[in-house]
């Protein structure tokens, strides 16, 4: 049974950079990052597969979020740079595609 915990939130400014962590217990899967933004529906942010060589990106994060992952420590990351106020949401991970099941997600805000 999969578990994940996301880690690395906080408060930046406009144009600064943060690095999300999941720490991915429970097998190997293809794992997406997710955020909800205030009065905003949950929607995908940026997927990698299992091994890492495939990823993909929203059309409004690419060229500023990376994603990638450490297999030997178990851990997903989101490298988000050029951060802008509209990134403002808690961030969530899962498998991709999405379990049903959230954790509490870690939040991102960023001020102007």
């Known amino acids: 049974q999969v578990q994940l915990v996301e880690s690395g939130g906080g408060l930046v400014q406009a144009g600064g950079s943060l690095r999300l962590s999941c720490a991915v217990s429970?097998?190997?899967?293809?794992i997406g990052w997710y955020r909800q933004g205030p009065g905003k529906e949950r929607e995908f942010v940026a997927g990698?597969?299992?091994?890492?060589?495939?990823?993909r990106y929203e059309d409004s994060v690419k060229g500023r979020f990376a994603i990638s992952r450490d297999n030997a420590k178990s851990t997903v990351y989101l490298q988000m740079n050029s951060l802008k106020v509209e990134d403002t949401a808690i961030y969530y991970c899962?498998?991709?595609?999405?379990?049903?099941?959230w954790g509490q997600g870690t939040q991102v805000t960023v001020s102007s």
């Open positions: 429970g097998g190997m899967y293809n």
């Open positions: 899962n498998r991709h595609p999405p379990l049903p099941v």
């Open positions: 990698i597969s299992w091994g890492g060589a495939i990823t």
